[in-house]
């Protein structure tokens, strides 16, 4: 074995779906973007005229339920995260359901529909990627002081 070999063998990390941490942001953030599109839909009634409140109330009722399914969605997501009867899958289906609730939110409030990126990051696959012990992954510069390169 070479001196300059490493005495530990890289670990691999696993491939596949989004880690449990990606998982329970992007849940917590699509719930986040929900409430904000109920909020302005909220805001749009208080400063409507009389002949376009029913309509607006209607969005608002819409946006409001489907901000309570995101909330909902982010709180199952941690709970599941923690419990070890669950599933490991559980926290992904959940932030996967919170998003869905998001961008219906959003469209119903007619703004912009943001949570839409987090449906990429929801279903953005992991590839494997070699890391060392002891090391921070993607701290390329890290391990190359450490190795003294």
Request: glycine share 4%; proline share 7%; with cysteine.
């Amino acid at each position: 074995m070479p001196d300059n070999a490493p005495a530990v063998q890289p670990q691999v990390a696993p491939a596949g779906d989004p880690s449990q941490q990606t998982c329970l942001q992007v849940a917590r953030q699509a719930a986040i973007l929900a409430a904000t599109a109920a909020d302005d839909a909220m805001t749009a009634v208080c400063h409507s005229r009389a002949g376009v409140v029913a309509r607006l109330e209607a969005v608002m009722h819409a946006t409001h339920k489907e901000a309570v399914e995101a909330e909902g969605h982010a709180d199952r997501a941690e709970r599941y995260a923690d419990d070890p009867t669950m599933p490991s899958s559980a926290p992904l289906y959940c932030a996967r359901a919170a998003v869905e609730h998001a961008v219906r939110a959003q469209s119903a409030a007619g703004v912009e529909t943001m949570a839409e990126d987090l449906r990429a990051e929801s279903e953005r696959k992991l590839t494997k990627r070699v890391r060392h012990p002891g090391t921070m992954p993607n701290n390329f510069l890290a391990e190359a002081l450490r190795l003294g390169r």
